[in-house]
């Protein structure tokens, strides 16, 4: 598996990430950026396989559970 832009997921950890695009930067080159469940902060995402190793998909629905008041 191998994140895409627009779509959420969660670690078995409990973190759950939105991947909200591609960029580069100066640090990491190419990379995804992501949002968190865990920080205020956006956060640089590779996109290879074993950035993904233990992560899976979620839905909006899922993940907007985050922001409910």
Not at 29 to 42: N, P, T, Y
Request: aromatic share 10%; proline share 1%; glycine share 8%.
């Amino acid at each position: 598996m191998l994140f895409e832009i627009g779509k959420f997921y969660r670690h078995n950890d409990g973190e759950e990430i939105a991947i909200l695009g591609e960029l580069e930067t100066t640090m990491y080159g190419k990379c995804l950026v992501a949002e968190s469940s865990r920080s205020m902060d956006l956060k640089p995402v590779g996109n290879d396989a074993s950035c993904t190793a233990n992560f899976h998909e979620i839905t909006k629905k899922d993940w907007m559970k985050n922001f409910s008041t």
